[in-house]
């Protein structure tokens, strides 16, 4: 494997809304980031995702760009953001801006030229067309949103209708038309220029769409896919992009790709030349939900994480870069997810902080993930200011009812993760001075950054430790990945060997005690970290307590002689993995 810097890097997504408010209008900005730089390089972070700080009319908070070159005047001035990027680097810390280029918002100055006729010399920068139907009132095909409903608005002015995947005030690009890739381009190096690191790319793998946008298979949700999805051109545009401009810049690049799975990831990650440096999957994020929509609420399932989980590990192993999250703005917080948020909240969100931070593939920490924040699972709607919130619960309602969708909308929305940050106990969690544009969760006095800084034992120490080890110890970062129970609907235990190094992780999934049956050669073995403070020294035959997760690594004296980085195990490893795996 190639060593670029992202795959040794530890990133953390900041929502800059939600992060920390200078001025006291209720809304976080770029001085108050600022304010925070010496918090962030505690946690020898290498790298910060900023979600959108461009200028956006916030019908989707950010993710509706009104202005690709100027900075959201909610958040700072240009001169603000030069100085941050400016105190980050000093810090070696990369600046990884967030490229929105499916869609703009309505308010683009673009798409206010586009709309006004159809002769506007910017009317084929979005997909406009005719309606079906009697006066052409009917959509022009069955697309549906990835927000409910179908995919296009009517115009009354030219009465033609334009595609929108996401929200109506958000068009989607039309990128048919070749001045669209150019300007997307003269939008990278316009931020390059100013000494950006690189992006995250939202929605990337959406960019092309079928000639003629045929109707879709009809589905439960987005009846379309099939033509929009890794379309025909998608790698001629990506390709333009990354000879052009981002290869000049060695910038890097992490796609969010919808409904990818790990053949279609390789086609964009893998060889000399990749399109991009690696991208997001969703698969893993639907252990708690049916079809990948997380509306449809269903009973977390271990085994069925495993797998996913297993499946990109080895997938992309040696043949293109994984990423690694649990959280980010689109998702709920993982503690009430995937382990409990009230008992043994500190343990389980340790436990999550292990499994991340010891797979292959480069960690994203979203923030106040690091101090274990859960979801605030707000029980009024009119509490929730996310666009794509309160489309679903007026959709859900019309199947499930009121109380039925509520239910769905509380356990899922993404205000649960956009929620202000909790930096102390004090009034708003000492986010703000004034209203916050979001209600905080309640339960901030009793989490938050200021109250675990001083304790040793805290779920933000514990993150700062975990990340120092995998700085210190490359398995955690390139070893191979071997599930040793993956059968087990409480356990995960897994290992994880390179170089001649081994570590063993194991965890409980459970509110209960779990047997651990014996680990074969358990004494070669020997306790580097643990989210309790008296876990066993070795992996010997034991129980582990609820949400007990502890990480051994192979004694000093135990290694075997070093094999070069690129190669597969040696037989007598394999072997042993066996043998393990069989007493497991």
């Not at 910060?48 to 019908?59: D, H, K, T, V």
Request: aromatic share 12%; net charge positive; proline share 4%.
């Amino acid at each position: 494997m190639k060593n670029q810097w992202y795959k040794k890097a530890c990133f953390y997504q900041i929502y800059p809304r939600s992060f920390c408010d200078s001025n006291g209008d209720g809304i976080g900005d770029i001085p108050g980031i600022i304010s925070k730089v010496d918090y962030l390089a505690s946690l020898n972070i290498d790298a910060i995702w900023f979600s959108p700080l461009y200028c956006s009319p916030n019908a989707d908070y950010g993710y509706d760009i009104s202005d690709y070159k100027n900075i959201n005047p909610e958040y700072g001035t240009m001169q603000d953001f030069d100085r941050m990027v400016k105190l980050l680097h000093a810090r070696n810390i990369k600046v990884i801006m967030d490229l929105v280029i499916n869609h703009t918002s309505d308010k683009h100055r673009w798409f206010e030229e586009s709309r006004k006729s159809k002769d506007n010399p910017y009317r084929n920068y979005y997909i406009w067309r005719d309606g079906r139907g009697k006066n052409g009132k009917k959509p022009p095909n069955n697309w549906t949103s990835f927000f409910l409903g179908t995919a296009w608005q009517y115009d009354e002015l030219t009465g033609q209708w334009y595609l929108h995947l996401f929200d109506k005030n958000q068009p989607d690009l039309n990128y048919f038309n070749p001045r669209v890739l150019e300007e997307v381009k003269d939008v990278l190096n316009f931020w390059l220029k100013k000494g950006v690191d690189g992006f995250r790319c939202d929605v990337i793998t959406l960019l092309s769409k079928r000639e003629g946008l045929p109707d879709g298979k009809k589905r439960i949700a987005l009846t379309g896919r099939e033509h929009y999805l890794n379309g025909p051109k998608i790698e001629f545009l990506l390709r333009q992009l990354q000879e052009d401009v981002l290869s000049k810049y060695d910038a890097f690049t992490v796609g969010e790709s919808v409904m990818i799975d790990v053949d279609t990831a390789l086609k964009y990650t893998s060889g000399e030349n990749p399109l991009l440096d690696t991208v997001f999957e969703f698969e893993h994020m639907n252990a708690d939900n049916y079809f990948g929509i997380k509306q449809f609420v269903r009973k977390f399932s271990l085994k069925r994480l495993k797998k996913t989980i297993a499946k990109w590990q080895d997938g992309l192993y040696n043949k293109a870069w994984n990423t690694l999250y649990w959280e980010n703005h689109d998702q709920a917080r993982i503690v009430g997810r995937y382990c409990s948020a009230t008992e043994y909240r500190e343990e389980g969100a340790k436990m999550m902080g292990t499994i991340l931070l010891t797979l292959s593939g480069t960690p994203f920490i979203y923030q106040g993930q690091e101090i274990g924040q859960t979801s605030a699972k707000m029980q009024d709607i009119e509490m929730y200011r996310d666009v794509e919130s309160i489309r679903s619960y007026n959709t859900m309602r019309k199947i499930f009812g009121k109380k039925g969708a509520m239910k769905r909308i509380s356990y899922c929305s993404r205000d649960n993760a956009r929620t202000p940050v909790q930096w102390d106990s004090g009034a708003n969690g000492g986010f703000t001075a004034g209203t916050p544009w979001l209600a905080l969760n309640p339960n901030y006095t009793q989490i938050n950054v200021a109250q675990q800084e001083n304790e040793q034992s805290s779920v933000l120490n514990y993150y700062r430790k975990l990340i120092q080890l995998r700085k210190e110890h490359d398995v955690f970062t390139f070893g191979t990945y071997h599930d040793l129970a993956p059968l087990k609907s409480k356990l995960w235990m897994y290992k994880r060997s390179y170089n001649g190094d081994e570590i063993l992780v194991v965890n409980n999934f459970s509110l209960k005690p779990q047997k651990v049956r014996a680990v074969k050669d358990a004494e070669r073995y020997t306790l580097l970290t643990s989210n309790y403070p008296n876990s066993a020294q070795t992996p010997v035959a034991r129980t582990l307590r609820p949400y007990e997760s502890a990480v051994y690594i192979l004694k000093e004296q135990e290694k075997q002689i070093d094999i070069p980085k690129d190669d597969a195990l040696t037989t007598a490893t394999v072997t042993e993995t066996e043998q393990t795996e069989q007493t497991v």
